[in-house]
């Protein structure tokens, strides 16, 4: 069992930056992959980032390529995501998310527990 705490949402400007945390309690965090997923108002839910278990193998959504960075922290239990050159169409609720898996896997189905959420919102 895997609970999870997302920090560090908030209002920005375009082209600002955020720094979201997601803290990790359960004995299984440092063997999991780890994501990041993202719902805006009347979407789906969507893919946005993974970590595999050991932080040296990633994976983006062409949308956030090159302008967010995931990492994690097993000593700290702490998967991270940095969001820079945020975009007005980046304001969703943001939502942490753990791998039934050690490796990447972009499929939510993959995904056996999940935070409540924290909201990033991009005014232009």
């Known amino acids: 069992q895997v609970q999870l705490v997302e920090s560090g949402g908030g209002l920005v400007q375009a082209g600002g930056s955020l720094r979201l945390s997601c803290a990790a309690s359960g004995r299984t965090f440092s063997s999991s992959a780890m994501g990041w997923f993202r719902q805006a108002p009347g979407k789906e839910r969507e893919f946005v980032t993974v970590?595999?278990?050991?932080?040296?193998?990633?994976r983006y959504a062409d949308s956030v390529k090159g302008r967010f960075t995931i990492s994690r922290d097993n000593a700290k239990n702490t998967v991270y995501l940095q969001m820079n050159s945020l975009k007005p169409e980046d304001t969703a609720v943001y939502y942490c998310?753990?791998?039934?898996?050690?490796?990447?896997?972009?499929?939510?189905?993959?995904?056996?527990?999940w935070g409540q959420g924290t909201q990033v919102t991009v005014s232009s």
């Open positions: 998310a753990a791998s039934i898996r050690s490796y990447v896997s972009t499929w939510s189905r993959d995904f056996g527990f």
């Open positions: 970590i595999n278990w050991s932080g040296d193998n990633t």
